[in-house]
C-alpha cells in the first residue's frame, strides 16, 4: 500500500462492538506501585514525555466562554458549514454527506473524501479542516462543520463525507465535547482542535527542534495526489534468518546531525542522512537497524511551562503523538509531512537493497498527552480519555502510569488494540519495515485495570497477524509497574525479548566480579535457563550490553557513577546499578595503562557479545567509543553528546573500529556461533572442573563444529593477574591459530586468517580474552 492518506485495514473484529455499544467494560481499581522506575531492571528510564501548545480559533454557533472567545479570535476566522450545505466562497464549493464509519481515519470515496473517528463517550463531533486555498498555510481559514448524532454516527464512530475537497495539502483536525466529570474519567475540552490518532500524516512545525515555532498546532494531513512510491522492479525484502541478525541500534538524527557528517545542513540529521552513510553499515558488518521512534513526536514538549528540564530537547523520541505518521521533521530541508514519507520509504528501499533490514522502536506503552499534574491534550486525551488510557476510578480517575511518563496507553481494550495492530500493519505495508521492538512492552501484558494478564489479547494477536507474520517481534521485557517478565514473556513461540539479565551478568563478569563464572557460561551459551521452554530458540534471546538508555561502551569502562547533572534533575534519573568500573580512573584520563585497559575491556565486551548463542545489538557510535561523559540518560541532548562523531570514527578506523568490524564479520562467517538449537553436551566441552569457585574469574571452553571440525577456542580472563591456559588438542587433522588476542595491540588483536599457534599452552594476561580456530 503506498497512498499514505488511506487505511485499507478496517477494524472489521471490532465493527459490531462499536456499532451495538456493548456492556460497560471492567471498573479499574487502584493499582500500587504507580511511581516504581524500573529498579527491577536496573536502566533508569527518563520521565520522557511532556507537552506543548495549541493554537485556537474562532467557533461561532456554540456557547463559548468570554475567555475561550478571546484565545480563539487570536487565530483568525472559522466557518460553520451544515449538512448538504454547498459553502459560497470557496474556489470548489464543499458538500457535506453522511459518509460511512470504516475504514476510520481519512479515505477515499466516490465522489469525495470520508473522515471516520471513534468516540464512544462524546456528545457532539466537530470536523476542522484548514483549506490552503482559504489563504496562505499559516493563516488559512478554518472550516468547521458539527457532525450530527443521527445522520453521521454509527455506533460509537462518527463519520462525514467531503466533496470537493483537494486530494492533497487540506489539514484536518477535531473538536470534540462530552461529559465534563472528571471523576467519570473523562478530559473533553472542545476549545481545543484534536489530532487523529488514525492520520497518516501529521502537519506542525517543520524544523526540529527550532523553538521560533514552539506554539504549533498539530493537523492531520493525507496525499492522494502523489503517485505510488516506486520501490523498484529490482526490489525484494532481505527476509533475513532471526539466526543470522546483527542489530545496530540508532537515532535518526543523531546518526548525522553533527558538522562532522560532512552532510549539507538540508540533510544532516534526516532519513536521506542514513542513506548517505550506508557504507559505514556494511562496513561495520551490520545487517539490521533499530531505529529510535519515527513516529511523530514533539521534541519541545520540555518546554511547555518552566520546569528543570527546559533546556533539553526530546531527541530520542519516545513520547508519541501518533502512531501512524512518520517523524515530519526528519524530512530534508523542513519538507514537511509528504516529503517525510516518502523520504523515509527511500531510506528502507536504500537500506533493504544494501541487505539490512528496518526494524523500529515502536512506543504503544504511553503518548505524549502526559499526566494531570500537566496534561497536553493533543489527541487521545481529548477524544476518549476513559477509552484510551488506564484509569483509577477509585482516585479522582487519575491517570495510572506504569510507564514512568505520566500516562499508560490501554492496550488490551478491544478499540485501542486494534489501534495498535492497525499501526503496525500500516508500517509493513506502507513502509515494508521488517520488524518491531516494543517499549515497555509488559504495559501491553496489563488488563483494562492495570492488571498483569496471562494471555494478553493483543500480545498474542501480534504474534498470529497474518500481515506480521514476516516480522521480527522483540519486547523490552518490563515496565516502570515492576512488570519485569524477562525469560517469561507471553510468546506464542514468536516474540524475542532484549535479554536484561545478559546484560548485567556479564558486565559484572568482564569487570570481574566473584561468583559470576557459572552464570556468564549460560549467557554466552543462549540462556537457555530463560527461553528453553516449548518451542523457543537461542535468537528470541537479544543479547546486549549496551544500548540506548544506560552508558555507552567506553563510559561504562570509565565511570562507576552516572553523571547526569546536565539533565536538570539533580542527578537523581537514570539508573544507580550500572555494574560499571572505570579500570582506575573517574571519567577522562591522560594514563596510558588506565586507556589502555579500557580498550582491552571494550574488546573483551564485544568479542563476548559476538560469540554468544542468541541475537547481537550493539549501539551506534560503540564501534568508535562514543562517549556521553557519563551520562547515563542522555535523552534531552540535541549535541555532541548523543550524535555520532564522524571525525572520532576516521581517528580511530585502524584500531577500535577495525577491531569492531572484524569481529562481527567473523561471526557471520561462522554457523556454529548462531545455531538454530540450544547447545547440547556435544556442542561445547567447558575446560572447567571448579564451577563452585567463587573467587574464580577465568574461563575457557571449546564449541565444536561437527560438519568441518572448524572448532572455536574461546577463553575470558577477569583477573588481575597473567592466567597460565592449557589449550586442547585441536580436532584430527588440524591445528590451532591466534584469530583474537584483545591483550595485543592493533592490528594483531584480530587477525581473521589465524596466526598458527605452537605449543600447548597460551599465557593470557590479566582483564583479556582470547579467541582461537582450528584450521587444516
Not at 462499536?18 to 522506575?37: F, I, K, Q, V
Not at 534533575?569 to 568500573?581: F, K, L, M, V
Request: hydrophobic residues 35%; charged residues 25%.
Amino acid at each position: 500500500m503506498d497512498s499514505v492518506g488511506t487505511n485499507r485495514t478496517p477494524l472489521r473484529s471490532v465493527a459490531a462492538a462499536l456499532a451495538t455499544r456493548s456492556s460497560a467494560l471492567p471498573r479499574p481499581h487502584r493499582h500500587p506501585a504507580l511511581g516504581n522506575r524500573l529498579a527491577a531492571a536496573k536502566l533508569g528510564i527518563a520521565s520522557r514525555c511532556g507537552g506543548g501548545y495549541f493554537d485556537k480559533v474562532q467557533r461561532f454557533g456554540a456557547a463559548r466562554s468570554t475567555a475561550a472567545k478571546a484565545q480563539s479570535r487570536k487565530a483568525g476566522k472559522s466557518v460553520i458549514e451544515e449538512m448538504g450545505h454547498t459553502s459560497s466562497d470557496c474556489e470548489v464549493p464543499l458538500k457535506y454527506s453522511s459518509g460511512k464509519a470504516f475504514p476510520l481515519g481519512v479515505s477515499q470515496v466516490e465522489g469525495g473524501l470520508n473522515f471516520a473517528i471513534f468516540s464512544q463517550h462524546a456528545s457532539s463531533v466537530t470536523l476542522c479542516l484548514k483549506l490552503p486555498e482559504r489563504g496562505t498555510q499559516d493563516d488559512a481559514q478554518i472550516v468547521e462543520f458539527a457532525l450530527d448524532r443521527q445522520k453521521n454516527k454509527t455506533g460509537d464512530i462518527w463519520h462525514v463525507s467531503v466533496e470537493g475537497l483537494p486530494a492533497s495539502g487540506v489539514l484536518y483536525g477535531y473538536r470534540i465535547n462530552g461529559p465534563q466529570g472528571w471523576q467519570q474519567g473523562h478530559r473533553f475540552d472542545d476549545t481545543i482542535i484534536l489530532l487523529d490518532p488514525y492520520a497518516k500524516l501529521v502537519s506542525g512545525r517543520k524544523y526540529f527542534g527550532v523553538e521560533e515555532d514552539k506554539p504549533s498546532q498539530l493537523f492531520g494531513t493525507y496525499d492522494f495526489d502523489s503517485s505510488p512510491f516506486d520501490w523498484g522492479d529490482d526490489y525484494k525484502l532481505p527476509n533475513l534468518p532471526e539466526t543470522d541478525l546483527v542489530i545496530y541500534e540508532m537515532n535518526v538524527r543523531a546518526f548525522t546531525a553533527d558538522e562532522s557528517s560532512r552532510l549539507g545542513s538540508a540533510v544532516r540529521g534526516s532519513y536521506l542522512g542514513v542513506i548517505d552513510k550506508i557504507p559505514h553499515l556494511l562496513e561495520l558488518g551490520v545487517n539490521a537497524v533499530e531505529l529510535l521512534p519515527v513516529f511523530e513526536f514533539d521534541e519541545l514538549e520540555f518546554k511547555r511551562f518552566p520546569n528543570p528540564r527546559d533546556h533539553m530537547v526530546n531527541t530520542w523520541g519516545y513520547s508519541t503523538i501518533n502512531f501512524f505518521a512518520p517523524m515530519s521533521r526528519y524530512a530534508s530541508a523542513g519538507g514537511g509531512p509528504v516529503v517525510a514519507s516518502k523520504e523515509l520509504k527511500q531510506m528502507v528501499k536504500a537500506l533493504h537493497n544494501s541487505g539490512i533490514e528496518v526494524i523500529l522502536d515502536v512506543v504503544y506503552n504511553h503518548t505524549n498527552e502526559a499526566d494531570d499534574a500537566h496534561p497536553y491534550l493533543t489527541s487521545f486525551r481529548g477524544i476518549d480519555n476513559k477509552v484510551y488510557y488506564m484509569l483509577d476510578l477509585n482516585n479522582n480517575a487519575q491517570l495510572l502510569n506504569f510507564s514512568g511518563c505520566g500516562n499508560t496507553l490501554n492496550c488490551n481494550h478491544p478499540v485501542v488494540k486494534e489501534l495498535v495492530l492497525d499501526s503496525l500493519r500500516h508500517w509493513v505495508k506502507e513502509y515494508h519495515i521488517d520488524g518491531f521492538r516494543f517499549d515497555l512492552a509488559s504495559v501491553l501484558c496489563r488488563g483494562l485495570d492495570g492488571s498483569p494478564l496471562d494471555a494478553p489479547p493483543l500480545i498474542k494477536e501480534i504474534a498470529k497477524d497474518s500481515v506480521l507474520s514476516r516480522c521480527k517481534i522483540i519486547a523490552e521485557p518490563w515496565d516502570c509497574g515492576g512488570l519485569y517478565l524477562v525469560g517469561r514473556f507471553p510468546n506464542w513461540d514468536r516474540w524475542a525479548e532484549w535479554n536484561g539479565q545478559y546484560r548485567d551478568d556479564l558486565r559484572r563478569f568482564i569487570k570481574g566480579d566473584p561468583g559470576m563464572k557459572g552464570v556468564f557460561a549460560t549467557r554466552v551459551s543462549g540462556s537457555s535457563d530463560l527461553y528453553q521452554v516449548n518451542n523457543r530458540k537461542p535468537y528470541h534471546g537479544v543479547n546486549f550490553i549496551i544500548a540506548h538508555d544506560g552508558f555507552t561502551l567506553c563510559d561504562l569502562v570509565s565511570y562507576n557513577s552516572k553523571h547526569n547533572d546536565a539533565n536538570g534533575e539533580d542527578g537523581r534519573d537514570g539508573c544507580n546499578d550500572n555494574y560499571s568500573w572505570n579500570c582506575g580512573v573517574e571519567g577522562e584520563t591522560n594514563d596510558l595503562n588506565v586507556r589502555r585497559l579500557r580498550s582491552r575491556q571494550m574488546k573483551n565486551f564485544h568479542v563476548a557479545l559476538m560469540i554468544s548463542q542468541g541475537t547481537p545489538m550493539m549501539l551506534m557510535g560503540d564501534e568508535y567509543g562514543h562517549t556521553r561523559y557519563g551520562n547515563n540518560n542522555s535523552y534531552g541532548h540535541d549535541t555532541h553528546i548523543n550524535n555520532f562523531q564522524w571525525g572520532q570514527l576516521e581517528e580511530r578506523k585502524d584500531g577500535h573500529f577495525r577491531f569492531f568490524s572484524e569481529m562481527i564479520k567473523f561471526r557471520h562467517n561462522h554457523p556454529i556461533l548462531r545455531r538454530e538449537r540450544f547447545l547440547s553436551k556435544n556442542d561445547v566441552t567447558w575446560h572447567e572442573d571448579c564451577w563452585e569457585n567463587q573467587e574464580s574469574k577465568f574461563l575457557a571452553f571449546t564449541i565444536h563444529d561437527h560438519n568441518s571440525g572448524g572448532d572455536i577456542y574461546l577463553a575470558f580472563n577477569a583477573h588481575e593477574y597473567f592466567v597460565d591456559a592449557v589449550i586442547p588438542p585441536p580436532p584430527h587433522h588440524k591445528s590451532w591459530s591466534r584469530v583474537v588476542d584483545t591483550n595485543l595491540e592493533s592490528p594483531n588483536d584480530i587477525v581473521p586468517e589465524g596466526v598458527p599457534l605452537t605449543g600447548s599452552g597460551y599465557r593470557i594476561a590479566p582483564y583479556s580474552s582470547i579467541l582461537l580456530k582450528a584450521k587444516p
